[in-house]
């Protein structure tokens, strides 16, 4: 497992913004195309503004590190907010009425559509810690 | 992101917000605000130009929904509700397409954020700006 970057800040809501340039700026070091890249940026987005409004009530610290395991890209993003674990949001049902799903569910929905990978673990010492990865999103290694 | 407003002629008053850059939770209540102050100066029919919008995340999709909910003459949704604003889309939905709120030219990204939330159903989504405003003279 490598470390493509790491970015340590104290969000707020105005932070989103500089927070997807650092993912598109690490993402552009190791050619990983743009749809990924957008996909990317939405799931992160959708689950730090979720942390920030509901875990924090505004603002607090977030840690994102960008690492590649193989062909895989990961993304862990860790906080200090009371455990919350997004991926057990039950899956919306899409046949049925917006009005009927759970709330906060859109932005949960958006990340399981845009990444191949999507789980959580409650860290030790308090808070949490979400992974998201994109599968088999680098070239296979040449053979010699 | 940037929001530039323009004005165009014909009754009853038609106005055209132009999106920049990226919308998420820290700026959808500016366009929110945006709209509202287009309506409350006359505006009835609003075209919302997507085409440089490059990033939008759900929050955006709460900003479009309590757009058309302002120019249906309804309250805006509660946005200090949180999220629970955009459970009101899925009854708006059933109601057909949102007659006096057009969208021009998404980006693909932000096309199929609005296809997979069903969001292409309530709102008319055009090519380009010109036949968004056609479509209004169209069904006058």
Redesign the interface.
Known sequence: METLGALRLDA???D??RI?QFITQTASVVEIDQ?AV??L??AI??LI?NT???GYGGAGPIEIEILRADRDLLIRLRDKAPPFDPTGHPPPD?TQ?????P?????V??TR?SVDRFSHRRLPRGGNEISLGKVSIFPPAKEE | MQIKTESVAGTPALSIIGLEGELDASNFKDLIGAAQKLYEQGTRRLVLDLSRLNFMSSSGLVALHSIARIFRGDAPSDLEAGWSAIHAMGEDVQRGTEPSVKLVNPQPKIASTLQKTGMDRFFAIYPDLQAAVNSFHDNR
């Open positions: 707020r809501l105005e989103l913004s997807r749809a957008y996909d940026n939405l987005t959708e503004t920030l409004l509901y899409i009425p917006l009005e009927s799903r709330p906060g569910g859109m932005g929905y958006l559509l």
